[in-house]
């Protein structure tokens, strides 16, 4: 408990509102948290599996109307239409504050209130957020227990005082037409209504960590973005980290967790993962950038994930992981997803709760599938058999280049270097991916998503563009270089021409090396490209012509790239940086 004035008021209010017949606050303490996984087990919220093979794992499900985020409901409900800016859907808090109200009000008759104190990122670090979470769902409170700090601690670092986010979640009837997950920027603010999905309902994740989180990184002179944290350690022990930004089915995951090739770890390069996800950075005493992972677990897409893919994420979900929306094996009581290996299971349940026939399975057809295409595992980030040591630290580890990434099948190539601070942030603002077979339309269409923050910025994108710009001006000449990366250049045939996964390290090395000054480049009208004979191929098989092919810039290709950024830009109006428009013609300029 506390005697901080200011939540005790805030929980009245929401206890008046919901009407909940008891309330329980999360300590923290293992044993309250394992009798609520009886509690949920008693009730079929979730289902305990085998706990020889899968030790302290559980398995659920959510209703089949409730298995992803949802963007069209989600908004940003600042006091002006124009600090929610054009990429963000709108509405007045005052108008939003009474629906959700409406819709929440006496949701928890015949329920428990659970109050959730939980810090981002480590307890009493200086880069660390409180937030106090209520919500009516033993999921919620089990999922947010692993993804964050939770507990008595949090209040004893929180005080007296108010900066912390109020986070209000109600299951409700899980009502698709009456969903809504709204950030209130200006208020401190997230509610959630009618959703039991992670993604809408642990409001610590994207709805805290991006979405507030960059609006207080704005005003308070941070930023919170959407990107993985990884080191890298040399055969010297040296470590030098990055931070990466990728749209979604681009392998960020496989990067953050990364397994060096063979002939590298011979030599003694070792990879250091401290975030898969989200990147908290603030200026160090020192003048540099130093981030810390927010988070304290991995929420991470099933489906695909095995032993060759990602070893280290496959085995973050051996133990004291909650499984969401996969396939429950009968046969031995554990999971089973479709990428995990090829033994379709013969006796099993799918993600819906039916009996699935694996005769049936078509892997072109998603409605055969066993487990949601977009299933989860909710794992401790401890688990991970790479965490790096300075994971739970709090002083943040110091970042040496910023790298940017999308799938694009003939236009970027490999790697490419920006050619200062103010290019960079054009790179990240003209981010764009080609769709994949994974996304509903027509594939291959290029979607531009600056900084990989597009559902996930809190404010105007114009104003999020030009406080990278600021802090790029603060941090001078320790800003960490930034690159451009893309593993899926496709010959004509369709095939992709860089072998990806652990061969990624090659280019981080280059990278690193560039941040040194240690390796040469070859400059082009986008930026720095690395010469063939700078990129490691020992033991890859892959002659220096390939690799050629895949670092060239074709100004075709590039000519009609500038023009679609400058479609783009428009939706930015006046608020886009006069620099960023100054980029983009100088871009246009070097490709004549």
Known sequence: M????????????????????????????????????????????????????????YLHRTKPNDVARVEDRTFICSREKENAGPTNNWCDPREMYKKLYDIARGTYKGRTMYIIPFSMGPIGSPLAKIGIEITDSIYVVLNMAIMTRVGDRVLEALGDSN????????????????????QFPEDNAIISVNSAYGGNVLLGKKCFALRIASYQGWKEGWMAEHMLILGIENPRGEVKYVAAAFPSACGKTNLAMMIPPKYLRDKGYKVWTVGDDIAWMRI??????????????????????NAK???????????NTIFTNVAHDLSNNTVWWEGLNKDLPQNAIDWRGNK???SKFDKNDKSTCAAHPNSRFTAPAVNCPCISPEFDK????????IIFGGRRAKCTPLVYQSKSWENGVFVGSAMASETTAAAAGAVGVVRRDPMAMLPFCGYHMGDYFAHWLEMGKKLGDKAPKIFNVNWFRTDDEGNFMWPGFG???RVINWIIDRCEGKADAVETPIGFVPRPEDIDLTDLDMDIETLRSILAVDKDIWSKEAAEIEEHYKKFGDKL?????????????NLK
Not at 309 to 319: D, I, P, Y
């Open 2 to 57: 506390t005697t901080n004035k200011t939540v005790l008021e805030w929980v009245d209010e929401i206890k008046s509102l919901v009407n909940p017949d008891s309330v329980m606050w999360i300590t923290g303490d293992e044993a309250q948290l394992e009798g609520l996984r009886a509690e949920a087990v008693s009730t079929g919220e979730l289902e305990k599996l085998n706990e020889q093979l899968l030790p302290g794992c």
């Open 163 to 182: 900066d912390w986010v109020r986070g209000f979640h109600a299951k409700c009837d899980v009502d698709p037409e009456n969903r809504y997950i709204c």
């Open 284 to 305: 160090g005493k020192d003048g540099r950038l130093y981030a810390i992972n927010p988070e304290n677990g991995f929420f991470g897409v099933a489906p695909g994930t």
């Open 309 to 319: 893919s990602n070893f280290n994420a496959l085995e973050s979900t051996k133990k």
């Open 356 to 358: 699935w026939d694996a």
């Open 394 to 401: 709090g002083e943040g580890v110091p970042i040496s280049a």
């Open 503 to 505: 061969d990624n390290m």
């Open 577 to 589: 940086p006069k620099e960023l428009r100054n980029q983009l013609e100088t871009l246009k300029a």
